[in-house]
């Protein structure tokens, strides 16, 4: 009877065993990634530089993949909504986020109320592009170059002032690097976004502002702002006369914002090799530069490392200026 008994368990158990595996065949296997519409994230309003670039990443992944990719606004808070909600959703490569400057880089170290945080909620993917910034200078200020502007600004310490987009962005922090090197005194004074800012300058109620090329180009060719300099290693195609910070002896100064593509952190490093690989794919279109380019933008890209060690370096840098002059918002 024992015997019976053991063989009779042996032949339960190898029927189970062969059930499972039969089951294990006949299930379906997981869909290869892209299986469904990828959503990217813009975290700034409809028809920014950033909406852009996330709709150029979108239309370049479908094309390339035959799913459905699109940009997704998702304003507010400084761009920390939709900044948030890109870092809590799920890290499956079907959420993205285009990232500039500040999300990126600068506001961990500004704002202490953050709910995200880019270091450690984020997987890098590629740099997309940049976009250099201009020093301009209202048409009242008796100045045509740098070597005019230190000077009018050191013999009148109390005369200049520059805008920015608000406490703790680039142009802000750009502001205050260009200050420590060139030596002068300058007062900040906050606006409520770049139009703002631009609408004092061109008022005179402001002298100094550091703006994106892309928004300030017309006003330059236009004549209702004066362009001291581009700061860039290089000059812009967009303002081929206006000529560098650097070439009028501002060694090394170079102030420009960048826009990067991120997902969730969680996200598999196979997928995020993939969507590298397929974001640098797409930024080597021609047709595709050309369009980054006709918006005053420079088209960077790179590897998932290189994004990271370009956000480490970028983060210390910036944290430096903010701990220094304490920066922090309030």
Sequence with gaps: ?????????????????????LAQSNAPAEAAYPSRTIRIINPYSVGGPTDTL????????????GQAAFADSKAGAGGGIGMELAARAPGD????????????VINKHIFSDLRYDTANDFAPISMLSSIDNVLLVSNDLPAHNLKELVAYAKANPTKISYGSPGVGTQ????????????????????????????????GNQITMLLGQQSSVAQLILSGKVRAIGIASSKRSPVLPSVPTLQEQGLTGFESASVYALLAPKSTPAPIIEKLSNEVQAILKDSATRKRIADMGMDVVGGTSAELASFMRSESARYEKIVKEENLKAR
């Design 1 to 21: 009877m024992k015997v019976v008994s053991r063989l009779l368990v042996t032949l339960l158990f190898g029927i189970t065993a062969s059930t499972a595996a």
């Design 54 to 65: 996330a709709r150029i990443v979108g239309t370049g992944l479908t094309a390339r993949w």
């Design 93 to 104: 490569g079907y959420t993205l986020v285009v990232a500039p400057t500040g999300p990126l």
């Design 171 to 202: 142009p802000h922090l750009a502001s205050e690097m260009l200050k420590r090197a060139t030596g002068i005194q300058m007062i900040h004074s906050p606006y409520k976004g770049t139009t703002e800012a631009l609408t004092a300058l061109m």
